[in-house]
């Protein structure tokens, strides 16, 4: 008798370590690249002749085409599927790290352009793969573990940086780390191929069918004995969900571009504000990158005892302490580092735990996934050119930061919106 195609897609799935595992390999690889620069900003800023603004489009570039790039990514996992699109988003920041080492600014914004392009990939494929291979009452855990990962990566590359540039020069030292993309591969290699066996020949069960995935026709989907994967859910095409995913983007855009506009400049400030040489303001920032391990990972922990909405308000607050207090206390930097970088953290994990867990399948999670991101952005595209504009305008850091307090107080209410929208439609646990 032939194996029901359900049956197969449930049995190709590895064990949730295996899932996690393969996930952390990806997501140290998703912002690592485009974070390193910004701890030798100052030294590539005088060696390639760049405007402040040009040196903030190093940073901007690549979120400019996560924005631009989005259509791509949900052709390339429908198409190849989600294995391959991981190995595709390596493999692309792997050449462009290579390219971006080498030759004057035009090659250098090349190479910067192809990983930007590849991390794009990354973006979309995460939350389908959470959606597809996690149990729904993991999903917040696994979600904050992704976030948490990232960080890592961030604030490794903050540390690791700027002291290997001044013993190799810049250009080595972000070539170095193509060495992180090279052991991603070397695990994802190998689990595609397993996947892709598994699957064959039955290409037909394609996971984002909804007649794939129990719960849509209205149980409980199992990943193992007794273990629920998703809870029973209206298609996202709803007004309600539409509200959803809208607000959810508004969040979005607030939480990136702040982000990115404080991962640039943050180094820069704490030179310019407190005298700090590179090596030292690049350490400092650090904490803004290592603390979001506790937001990412104490989101999902809060959201376990409470409604999400508990969580989601306490990171809006502690993201308004970082601009604020970078204003009024500017001595205390390290503290408002540490809480805003708690809050960029548990600020992505909240926004993209609702996703997987109202997704009924794998096609409307890149899609819901797509469209925020692509919003969210664009929107940080801009935010990282325009703080060094507003920083060479104004001759100082005020005006910067308020920007940075606008974009948070739009993540706040935005983010506040959708998740209470979320929680009184599916009644979320």
Not at 66 to 83: H, M, V
Not at 161 to 167: D, G, K, V
């Amino acid at each position: 008798m032939k194996e029901p195609a359900t049956d197969r897609v449930f049995a190709s799935r590895p064990s949730l370590p295996w899932v996690v595992l393969g996930i952390a390999m990806l997501a140290v690889n998703l912002r690592a690249p485009i974070i390193a620069p910004t701890a030798v900003l100052g030294e590539i800023q005088a060696d390639l002749g760049l405007t402040a603004a040009g040196a903030g489009l190093l940073t901007g570039l690549p979120v400019l085409l996560f924005a631009l790039a989005t259509p791509l990514a949900t052709r390339t996992i429908r198409r190849w599927g989600p294995e391959a699109t991981v190995l595709l988003c390596l493999g692309g920041v792997l050449a462009g790290t290579v390219i971006r080492s080498l030759g004057p600014a035009a090659v250098v914004f090349a190479g910067t352009a192809i990983i930007g392009v590849a991390l794009t990939l990354g973006n979309i494929v995460v939350p389908v793969l959470i959606r597809r291979d996690v149990p729904w009452n993991r999903v917040s855990a696994v979600t904050g573990a992704y976030s948490a990962i990232m960080n890592v990566g961030s604030m490794a590359a903050l540390l690791g940086t700027a002291p290997l540039a001044a013993l190799v020069g810049w250009r080595w030292a972000l070539a170095a780390w193509a060495v992180v993309v090279i052991i991603g591969l070397a695990y994802w290699l190998p689990t595609a191929r397993r996947r892709r066996e598994a699957l064959q020949p039955d290409r037909s069960a394609a996971s984002d069918k909804p007649s794939a995935h129990p719960a849509a026709a209205g149980g409980r989907g199992t990943d193992g004995p007794g273990t629920p994967i998703a809870p029973a859910s209206k298609s996202l095409r709803g007004r309600s969900n539409r509200w959803i995913v809208a607000m959810l983007t508004v969040a979005f855009c607030g939480q990136s571009a702040a982000y990115y506009a404080t991962t640039t400049w943050l180094p820069l400030l704490l030179s310019d504000v407190r005298g700090l040489s590179s090596t030292a303001s690049g350490a400092s920032a650090s904490l803004f990158q290592v603390a979001a391990i506790v937001g990412a990972l104490g989101v999902p922990l809060l959201a376990a005892r409470t409604r999400l909405w508990v969580p989601t308000a306490s990171i809006a607050v502690l993201w308004i302490s970082l601009p604020i207090g970078l204003l009024l206390a500017p001595d205390a930097y390290l503290l408002w580092s540490v809480t805003g970088g708690i809050a960029q953290g548990g600020g992505f994990t909240a926004i993209f735990s609702v996703i997987p867990r109202v997704a009924r399948t794998d096609q409307e999670a890149a899609t819901a996934s797509a469209r925020i991101q692509t919003g969210g952005y664009l929107a940080a595209t801009c935010a990282p050119p325009v703080a060094g504009w507003l920083n060479t305008l104004t001759g100082g850091w005020t005006a910067p930061l308020f920007l940075v307090l606008a974009l948070v107080v739009a993540f706040g209410v935005a983010g506040l919106s959708a998740v209470q929208a979320s929680e009184r439609r599916y009644r979320l646990p």
